[in-house]
């Protein structure tokens, strides 16, 4: 199957970038190359223009890689979470422009064998890097409290402990293999009216999938790894697509802009802290209709933008 991706919020994200040809810029998430591939078309090698594209899933790596070939672009194997450590061994100290497009991609969910999708059967996985706990190993063996937690906090479902104890009492029975399978037991533990409103399986998958690859956590790590490698008036910008994601964005944006921090009885400021950036949207930049009409999955698609002050 081929790596397809349609790039959300492209020219958002490239005016976001403020790309200079001389530039350096890192694409975190590089997917099939989409965002990538527009980035290194505005650079210019020969003035020091450079991308360096990552992602943890080897599949899109060589997608990329073809994509990306005669551009001044390279594509990295590995982690955004580790981003310092990447740049470090490509020898770049700082970078002009950072770009994260979270959550899984198209081609992800498009292809059954990789165990993301609730409509198309396929054994449970969905491990981005194809390495670690699969999806499987967590229906199967996370206890059940640990399911409903995950279940409730990164689906933010509230028939959470409902989805548990029907997972829990199906693989009594037999261990749970594919994702189909799960879908059913989804279905069965959600009132009817629930079933009718909308598909009842899209927070579970997505609760799992978070878990499977620690997708927060990653996050979590990557927002002060890559504000510390921008330069100053570098940029970070970040697409989220649901709201735990978009809630730590914001949250850490709003630390890295905040200013003194003494207790507001102080009659001076003793902390000595001032902003070391500033937002550049205040509020989140969202799909136009013309690109809600031409791809449906740009719908929940949230971009917040930093520029780097100090």
Do not use: W
């Amino acid at each position: 199957m081929e790596f397809k991706h349609i790039p959300v919020l492209l020219d958002e994200c490239l005016e976001g970038l403020c790309i200079k040809p001389e530039g350096v810029y890192c694409d975190g998430t590089a997917g099939g190359g989409g965002h990538s591939c527009e980035i290194a078309k505005r650079l210019d090698a020969q003035r020091g223009g450079r991308l360096v594209a990552v992602d943890r899933d080897p599949e899109a790596v060589a997608a990329a890689t073809r994509r990306l070939e005669g551009l001044p672009a390279q594509v990295i194997l590995g982690n955004y979470s580790e981003i310092d450590v990447i740049l470090d061994d490509l020898g770049i100290e700082a970078v002009d422009g950072i770009l994260l497009d979270l959550g899984v991609s198209s081609y992800q969910l498009d292809n059954a064998e990789r165990g993301f999708s609730y409509h198309s059967d396929a054994p449970l996985d969905m491990r981005m890097s194809g390495e670690g706990i699969s999806a499987r190993d967590v229906v199967n063996g996370y206890d059940y409290q640990s399911l409903a937690k995950i279940i409730f906090e990164y689906g933010e479902e509230k028939f959470a402990r409902s989805i548990a104890q029907k997972i829990v009492t199906a693989r009594d029975e037999k261990p749970i293999e594919t994702t189909l399978e799960l879908a059913d037991i989804v279905r069965s533990a959600v009132p009817q009216k629930a079933r009718r409103e909308k598909n009842p399986c899209k927070k579970t998958f997505q609760a799992i999938r978070i878990e499977v690859n620690r997708e927060l956590e990653h996050l979590s790590t990557a927002l002060d790894k890559a504000f510390d490698v921008l330069r100053p008036g570098g940029r970070l910008c970040i697409i989220t697509f649901h709201s735990l994601e978009d809630r730590l964005v914001k949250q850490r944006f709003q630390t890295f802009c905040r200013g003194c921090v003494c207790p507001p009885d102080f009659p001076v400021c003793v902390c000595g802290q001032t902003p070391r950036g500033k937002l550049v949207n205040r509020k989140p930049i969202e799909a136009d209709e013309e690109e809600l009409a031409a791809n449906n999955r740009s719908r929940s698609a949230k971009l917040r933008i930093i520029e780097k002050i100090k």
